[in-house]
């Protein structure tokens, strides 16, 4: 029970997919449900067999799935897992997430079933359906799962609506990252999150051994390729996704175009541009601070030189700039403006993203000359650069989030193996805690030591407040400061859940238990007469002695008795003359005590004292 | 360590220390609880306003030429450089820069306020004043109360301010003793009262305030946990519920359960706090909102069909949203389309604006209009179409749309200052024009004073959804607290007759607060939260004694630090205890079963004693205990032992 386990289904030693199942305190939790871009077959979703070859149900299975944020590589197997893999219980995501979400959806549902003709996937009504199962969170909002299970959402910057999760069951607790940045950018602030101090941080590291340069820098290089680009009549293609690089990238544009006076056209590829704008307008509180604070007078998303892309421009002469869908260049509009401007040395590909293996933008990136598109050879002669904008957090930034949270331990996800094994050894020299990097399907179990919640009674309590502050110090029980020992039953109703510690006399009010002594006395008789004046009590003593060791004999306040300090064993002389009599009783606890006085006490009074 | 933890202290420090019509409950508690000292709320009586004379925006001869009151003992020199007071149909406002009240400052010492926990905006507008008291605590605010409080300050302040104002010294003893004794009444403690602050007061305010989310528990000096719960009232009110390890206390203020734009009120986490603090019930309690909402729609639309403009007196935030809302479709369905309306305020634009990006403080109705994507409140579209028009004020470019008849929106609700001021001199003359008050804050009659006399309709539909006393009742039978404490107002009085829907009636203990009541409360728990440290849990096995209930001594060393009680165990470990009853029959019977027979059983005075012939051994059963005597044969002794504890649990 004290072990969490993670496997990550998706997205261990891997970018894409990303779906990890966390087991704490009787609780499964789903991170995220995303798809694979780099396949088309099954392994494009997550693998959900490995839960329902358990014989469970998803939903009997998982207690919730949460999931990061917007970006399919997160999110795209909801529907399948929903509608057609039959998960029915909650699903958490913020507000931005689920407004968004179903739309990239959609585009990429009818890229592959409109375009491609794929069967066997979800239609738009499963998306519909799946979105309606949603429960929305806010940061920072601790919200209950269940009794034992909470969750809370922070601000994790890498695109609107990117959350952090925080999740809890008892006294063990995980946060999962999802994809964040540690850097605020032009519309979005950056990931916080404060010192919670979880037993275990998942964490992606998608840029793992990249401590990128400054992002000025960045920014002005990309600039001044992209001018130089349009200055010598070139064509600049620009995939991304409808939401998030898009709209940094159009600010970025915007206010440039803006500085330098130009009037080269910008287009964004239509349909989503409009309504993305909008989403972003409607969640102002989601972006940076700057942007919050002017929005009323001027929103940063109602863009001036950015124009709606037709896809008669494709042919047009001259210099322009296209962004189009999808980032990754694996179909639709930015595929074929690709395949057209592909040829052309004077044209640039700026790849603003990352690109999973398998996807053209990856074979691009990869340098590769010829590449076969729907079944025709394309030479790459355009120029393509590679700019780092995804707002993922380096090296440093995940270095940082580790500081700010103090996890126990780390699990890594949501990167390239080599590039994690790399990390993994920079986490555990400078933190000191264990990594863990698991492959998919792999299990990790980390133990923790959680401490467990107990309702005390506040009588006991109030006995042990005065103890450790009423009390003479020679009467304590205890010496440290503000500490006090304390004796009661711990009583547990239904399981686990209620714990309480109560007095003795409250058992039996709660539960009708009582306290029950057993007790024992014997009389022994001392053999012979003694002298008036021997001291029996010292006689005792020194056989007491003898036979148990380490006792404490001491003499009663009334006199003619005796007792054995720390026990319940005691002594007391009923009668003299003729015969001494002894009265010894114990309790149970000390039996084994009392048993050895009984058997040897009398046969231990030295004889030469006693007159026969 | 202080036992005090076990108390709550509530200090309150605000009005009503006198009652004059309508006036409003305005809260400021300031509590301490396990050492931690929190204030809850600290409004702005802005109920003075009423004393003043108005701020006109341009010149109006009507106003100026409203006579000065003469004052006794005054030579009519002096009268004339004393020209303060204005007389109107027998009441006297000042004309001079209006002041405001701010909460009692003298019975606590504000430096030693840690928090401050905020309800919604309309509840701190006293906040740029702490500071001069030393307030120097946190400052805990949703997101929206934040920007929307802001909203509220800034306008007030650019309507007292916008214009230069004499600032005349009234408040000197000789005159207000000059004064007729009708208005020195109303004119009490007038040297604590307080002129608004300014522009930079409010940014350095709001600077410190904290803006929070529904749900977020805040840990306030590790003893208590502070959690905004939605209160239904307004975009981003909330009540609070404070939780100590040991109790929860409850602070419900303006509160609602109408379905109006906010998240719905919260009221499962409230449930049995051991303190609940009531607050700040409707103002109108007597005028049902849907049915003063259908009032309001009728006479406009009356007004507006007989060539009358319509005034709605108002704030620029709350129930403001609902009314552009319903005001458009009714406006459509009583066929008067083209009837342009117009928001005017310095804060029009941004209160609009701000309303439209908090969808996640909103009802699942307007939160689900995001998802489209669309505006949750429908004014933006209004505002787009060209339906809504909003003005900072009245100077600009209103003046190139401005066409009759219209629905104007303007503050101040008063009608003291602000461009309402405007509208009540260029339309008060004419009866075709109407002036619908909705905010009950404010004494419409009182608040009609100086535009008399006036020929224009006025009419009081008052909107306020906070609970009224039939559903706080219904709230409290619900929540059931173990103590309420709530404004002495809301009590019954002896003399009245005791109608749930007049006054609250709790079937619980409760305490009467008024200005400058302080109540203690025992917050008595039955339990305390620890830790059980996972070395002492490894050591502990319980045992089944009841179906369900499982039970284990425990002993172990408790560490009692602020916030944290942590159980561990102890080097030596005490011993077991045993646990139930002994019955000599059952001995006996076992005892036979082992072929011991030569057995009898005394009975003396109630104690069951088995003698064990031979003199071997005799057990004594006594209540509580059991007593194995005398057994000189050791074999015989253990086996009484075995044989009673297998009647005994062990624990």
């Known amino acids: ?612 | 360590m202080e036992l005090v933890s076990f108390l709550l202290y509530i200090l309150l420090g605000f009005f009503p220390k006198y009652c004059l019509g309508s006036r409003p409950w305005q809260p400021c508690y300031v509590i301490r609880v396990e050492g931690v000292t929190i204030m809850l709320d600290c409004t702005l009586d802005l109920f003075e306003l009423l004393n003043f004379f108005p701020l006109p925006l341009v010149y109006s001869e009507r106003l100026s030429s409203t006579p000065f009151c003469e004052l006794n003992n005054f030579t009519s020199n002096e009268q004339s450089e004393n020209n303060i007071f204005r007389e109107i149909i027998g009441r006297i406002l000042i004309d001079s820069l209006p002041l405001v009240r701010i909460p009692e400052t003298k019975l606590v010492d504000f430096s030693m306020v840690d928090v401050l926990l905020i309800s919604n905006c309309f509840s701190f507008l006293s906040l740029p004043y702490l500071f001069e008291f030393g307030f120097s605590g946190k400052v805990y605010a949703t997101e929206p109360t934040k920007q929307l409080g802001r909203q509220l300050m800034e306008e007030l302040c650019e309507f007292l301010y916008r214009l230069p104002t004499p600032s005349k010294n009234w408040r000197d003893e000789s005159i207000l003793q000059s004064l007729p004794e009708c208005a020195v009444k109303t004119l009490t403690d007038v040297n604590s009262w307080k002129s608004f602050y300014k522009s930079d007061d409010i940014t350095s305010a709001i600077s410190i305030v904290q803006g929070i989310s529904y749900g977020q528990k805040l840990d306030l000096f590790g003893s208590v946990q502070a959690t905004a719960l939605s209160s239904g009232y307004c975009l981003g009110s909330c009540n609070w519920l404070m939780e100590t390890k040991y109790s929860k206390i409850g602070y419900v203020s303006s509160s609602s359960t109408f379905t109006t734009h906010p998240c719905p009120m919260e009221r499962q986490s409230l449930l049995s706090c051991d303190a609940l603090i009531l607050s700040s019930l409707t103002n109108a309690p007597s005028a049902n909102p849907d049915t003063m909402l259908g009032e309001l729609c009728t006479k406009m639309a009356t007004t507006l069909r007989g060539g009358g403009n319509v005034l709605i007196p108002c704030y620029p935030t709350g129930v403001v949203y609902d009314l552009l809302e319903c005001l458009h479709t009714f406006l459509d369905n009583a066929g008067l389309v083209g009837v342009p309306v117009y928001m005017i305020s310095p804060v029009a634009k941004n209160s609009l604006s701000l309303a439209n990006i908090y969808a996640e403080w909103l009802c699942e109705a307007k939160q689900s209009k995001v998802y489209q994507p669309e505006h949750p409140f429908p004014h933006a579209e209004f505002i787009k179409s060209g339906r809504l028009k909003h003005f900072p004020n009245i100077y600009g470019d209103l003046g190139n749309v401005y066409q009759t008849p219209c629905v104007v929106f303007a503050g101040h609700p008063s009608l003291r200052c602000g461009d309402a001021v405007h509208f009540m001199e260029v339309w008060g003359s004419s009866s075709k024009n109407s002036v619908i008050f909705t905010e009950p804050g404010f004494d419409y009659l009182h608040a009609l004073t100086p535009y008399q006399p006036l020929n224009m309709k006025a009419f009081y539909f008052p909107i306020d959804p906070c609970m009224n006393f039939f559903v706080a009742n219904k709230l409290l039978k619900e929540l059931q607290p173990q103590v309420l404490i709530t404004p002495t107002d809301y009590l019954p009085s002896a003399a009245q007759t005791q109608k749930d829907t007049t006054c609250l009636q709790p079937e619980m203990p409760f305490y009467g607060v008024k200005r400058g009541s302080v109540v203690k409360v025992e917050l008595a728990s039955k339990y305390k939260k620890i830790e059980m440290t996972s070395e002492l849990a490894s050591t502990i096995f319980p045992q089944e004694i009841n179906p369900g209930v499982m039970a284990t001594s425990l002993s172990g060393l408790l560490t009692i630090r602020s916030g944290n009680n942590k159980l561990h165990p102890l080097p030596h470990p005490k011993p077991k205890n045993l646990w139930g009853h002994t019955n000599a029959q059952s001995l006996i019977e076992a005892l036979k079963e082992h072929g011991i027979t030569d057995i009898v059983l005394d009975k003396k005075n109630n104690q069951d004693i088995v003698q064990i012939l031979g003199g071997k051994a005799s057990v004594c059963f006594n209540d509580g205990e059991t007593i194995i005597q005398n057994c000189h044969d050791e074999k015989l002794r253990l086996l009484l032992k075995d044989m009673l504890l297998r009647q005994l649990i062990q624990l």
């Not at chain 1, 239609?123 to 519909?128: R, Y």
């Not at chain 1, 809890?168 to 032009?186: A, E, I, K, L």
Request: net charge neutral; glycine share 6%.
């Open chain 1, 1 to 612: 029970m004290s072990d969490i386990r993670i496997v990550p289904l998706g997205a261990g030693q891997d970018v894409g997919r990303s779906c990890i199942l966390v087991s704490m305190g009787g609780k499964n939790i789903m991170f995220d449900c995303g798809m694979h871009m780099g396949y088309n077959d099954e392994r494009r979703f997550p693998d959900f067999t490995y839960i329902t070859d358990t014989g469970q149900t998803l939903h009997d299975y998982i207690n919730c799935v949460i999931l990061s944020h917007f970006h399919l590589d997160h999110c795209g197997a909801l529907p399948y897992f929903t509608e057609m893999c039959g998960y029915n219980g909650p699903i958490y995501m913020t507000h931005p997430t689920k407004a968004i979400c179903p739309v990239l959806l959609e585009d990429f549902r009818r890229v592959c079933v409109d375009k491609k003709g794929e069967q066997n996937f979800f239609t738009s009504q499963m998306i519909k359906d799946c979105m309606r199962k949603v429960i929305t969170v806010n940061l920072h909002q601790c919200v209950k799962v269940d009794d034992q299970l909470e969750i809370k959402a922070y601000y994790a910057g890498h695109v609107l609506g990117a959350a952090m999760f925080h999740v809890r069951v008892g006294h063990q607790s995980v946060v999962y990252t999802g994809d964040y940045n540690m850097t605020p950018d032009r519309h979005l602030g950056s990931a916080w999150i404060d010192r919670c101090r979880p037993d275990l941080l998942i964490t992606e590291s998608t840029y793992a051994t990249t401590i990128r340069d400054s992002k000025r820098c960045r920014e002005r290089d990309f600039l001044k390729k992209l001018h130089e680009c349009l200055e010598r009549d070139g064509k600049v293609l620009i995939p991304v996704f409808a939401l998030g690089r898009a709209q940094e990238l159009c600010i970025l544009l915007e206010s440039y175009w803006e500085r330098m006076n130009l009037k080269y056209p910008i287009y964004f590829s239509t349909g989503l541009t409009e309504k993305a704008n909008h989403y972003y307008k409607l969640f102002i509180s989601w972006t940076n601070q700057k942007i919050k604070n002017t929005f009323i007078h001027r929103n940063m998303f109602d863009f001036k030189h950015i124009k709606a892309f037709d896809r008669s421009y494709i042919d047009q002469p001259g210099p322009m700039i296209v962004f189009a869908t999808p980032g990754m260049l694996h179909a639709g509009l930015s595929l074929q403006i690709f395949k057209k401007w592909a040829e052309d040395e004077k044209n640039m590909l700026i790849m603003p993203g990352y690109c999973v293996p398998g996807t053209i933008g990856h074979k691009v990136l990869s340098g590769t000359k010829k590449i076969e598109i729907d079944k025709k050879l394309v030479n790459i002669r355009l120029s393509v650069q590679y700019m780092s904008f995804s707002a993922h957090a380096d090296a440093k930034g995940i270095m940082q989030l580790i500081q700010l949270a103090e996890p126990k331990n780390v699990l890594l996800v949501h990167g390239e193996a080599a590039k994690m094994e790399f990390l993994r050894q920079k986490i555990n020299e400078e933190f000191g805690i264990h990594c863990y990097m698991p492959a998919n399907g792999e299990t990790v179990a980390i133990a923790t030591t959680p401490s467990i919640s107990v309702n005390m009674s506040s009588l006991l309590f109030k006995r042990a407040l005065e103890e450790s502050i009423g009390a003479p110090p020679s009467k304590r029980l205890c010496s440290l400061p503000n500490s006090a020992v304390v004796d009661g039953l711990l009583v547990m109703k239904n399981e686990v859940i209620e714990v309480s510690l109560l007095t003795h006399k409250e058992v039996s009010d709660e539960i009708g238990l009582t306290r029950h002594k057993l007790k024992f006395s014997q009389t022994l008789t001392l053999d012979g007469h003694f002298l008036p004046d021997s001291n029996i009590l010292e006689l005792l003593t020194t056989s007491i002695n003898k036979l148990v060791p380490d006792s404490k004999v001491l003499q009663t306040k009334e006199g003619y008795g005796l007792e054995l300090s720390g026990t319940s064993v005691t002594l007391s002389i009923a009668q003299f003359l003729p015969q001494p009599l002894v009265n010894l009783t114990w309790e149970l606890q000390d039996d084994h005590i009392g048993s050895i006085l009984v058997m040897n006490l009398v046969r231990t009074i030295p004889r030469a004292l006693i007159m026969t």
